[in-house]
């Protein structure tokens, strides 16, 4: 009955590529405690790697005003652009990536999403600049270390930002 160990375990599943369990998961999180905003910001994770991107959308906002000093608000942000990309909107992404990559906390894989959302909404400069600052955090990190641990099932999605992070090294 606790809300942390449900996230958890939801997270858990995600990290794994079960996205149906980790729905799970995170749908009792949330039952349990409603405005469990890292329950909800991980909903809208999982919803983004599913392919829901109206829903990622609403459920970042909502954690985000829910918990605007959160530490992991760099994730909620990463996770508002995400939903951008899904959604084809990638000027919009590229906006919300970078928020997310300056943000306190943010690890190198949020860089990496801003690398893919610049690329995707054509502004190289600014994907290239993300680019060296990931291979400078971490230069043996690769599209597949990203692919793996944002298991997103929808193929053309995937297809997408395997692409866009291609054209930059990775």
């Known amino acids: ?13 995600w990290l794994e590529g079960d996205l149906e369990g980790s729905f799970v998961w995170l749908n009792r999180a949330t039952a349990i405690s409603p405005n469990y905003a ?5 909903r809208a994770w999982t919803e983004s790697l599913s392919g829901d991107g109206n ?9 985000m005003r829910l918990s605007p000093l959160d530490p992991l608000y760099y994730a909620m942000l990463g996770t508002r652009a995400f939903s951008h990309m899904v959604l084809g909107e990638d000027a919009e992404a590229a906006d919300w990536a970078e928020a ?15 690398v893919a959302a610049h690329a995707l909404a054509g502004d190289a ?22 692919l793996r641990s944002f ?20």
């Open 125 to 146: 400069a600014r994907a290239a600049a993300w680019a060296a600052i990931v291979q400078a955090r971490d230069p043996s990190l690769t599209r597949a270390d990203f």
């Open 55 to 63: 829903a990622a959308h609403d459920h970042a906002n909502l954690a």
């Open 38 to 42: 890292h329950g909800i910001y991980a």
């Open 100 to 114: 997310a990559a300056r943000s306190p906390g943010a690890h190198v894989l949020i860089a990496m999403i801003a």
């Open 1 to 13: 009955m606790d809300p942390f160990v449900n996230f958890t375990m939801g997270r858990t599943f």
């Open 151 to 170: 298991p997103m099932k929808n193929e053309s999605i995937r297809s997408r930002v395997d692409a866009a992070l291609a054209r930059f090294g990775f």
